[in-house]
């Protein structure tokens, strides 16, 4: 696990369903079962002993026990309280046209923005509610006090490291973002300590992300994940790693959910930089604002 990756978030609901929901590929396959059974109905699951829980899910009391842990509770009992809490406090569809799973083939347009608007709310407020302010507060001092930022992602991620080596540029920060993994490798193998680079992928075993963070950590400079699965290789080679809440099925793949989670996360720490020194960010988007035509010199 990397240094200083995981500190609890609290009790805020829906963070236990998104830390379960993120561990789930780093699990066994006993306790995966059990795991689908916890996201599939929690507010069932709560209501089971935990022997009961452990036949539905076709495993032992033993691998229950070890899923909890897994999840970082202490043990079935907490683990029934907290699904108890989130399944009163879960947020349900507004009307009977919102799909649970997967959009079907020849599902009418009125269910299909029923449901993508439904479950990508769902995204972004999971992944606030998930969020470690602890982290987050963590990677906005370095970001603030970097020499260099160096953002990667590929596929939809780069679009949002883009999006953050764009909103950074514009309140001064010297950031930088490629569009090719060896020019990030080029770039990263530069970087000294007291820089930051930071990796965005949302399966987290994306080679270009994972190799420029261990190139800018074996520089010394601090590394930052952003991943929706905290176990991911990604977080190996990341001093810091922050988590998303997105949960895609066929159609909804790395362009919608994962990517508004992701623009959640990004929106925060551009926040938390530019608030550390409110004046210089004022001026930089005002020096910004007075170079650009009207016309472009808005947010975009």
């Given at each position: ?29 006993s306790?995966?079962?059990?795991a ?12 089971r ?62 269910q ?39 953002i ?17 540029h ?21 970087l ?14 994306g080679?270009?992300?994972i ?53 959640t ?24 604002a007075?170079?650009?035509?009207p ?6």
């Amino acid at each position: 696990m990397a240094k200083s990756a995981m500190v609890s978030a609290g009790h805020a609901p829906g963070a236990l369903i998104a830390r379960i929901s993120g561990l789930l590929p780093s699990l066994s396959p006993s306790e995966q079962r059990v795991a689908r059974f916890v996201l599939t109905d929690p507010a069932g699951a709560a209501r089971r002993t935990i022997t009961d829980l452990a036949t539905a899910a076709e495993t032992s009391e033993a691998t229950v026990v070890r899923f909890c842990r897994s999840a970082g509770l202490s043990g079935y009992p907490q683990l029934r309280i907290r699904l108890a809490a989130e399944a009163a406090s879960r947020i349900e569809p507004p009307d009977g046209r919102v799909l649970a799973g997967d959009i079907p083939p020849g599902a009418e347009m009125s269910q299909i923005i029923a449901t993508v608007g439904f479950h990508d709310a769902g995204a972004v407020a999971e992944t606030a509610a998930q969020l470690d302010p602890v982290v987050c507060d963590r990677v906005v001092t370095a970001l603030h006090g970097a020499g260099r930022i160096e953002i990667h992602g590929a596929g939809a991620s780069g679009l949002v490291a883009a999006d953050f080596q764009r909103k950074l540029h514009r309140i001064g920060r010297l950031a930088f973002c490629f569009a090719d993994g060896r020019s990030a490798l080029a770039s990263a193998a530069l970087l000294r300590r007291g820089d930051v680079a930071v990796g965005i992928s949302h399966t987290g075993v994306g080679a270009d992300a994972i190799g420029v963070l261990a190139v800018a950590r074996g520089r010394g400079a601090t590394t930052v994940a952003l991943t929706n699965f905290p176990r991911a290789a990604i977080a190996a080679v990341a001093d810091l790693v922050l988590t998303t809440a997105a949960r895609e099925t066929t159609y909804r793949t790395g362009a919608m959910a994962s990517r508004l989670a992701q623009l959640t996360v990004v929106d925060c720490l551009f926040i938390g930089v530019a608030s550390r020194n409110r004046a210089r960010a004022g001026r930089a988007l005002a020096a910004v604002a007075e170079a650009l035509p009207p016309s472009a010199a808005g947010p975009r």
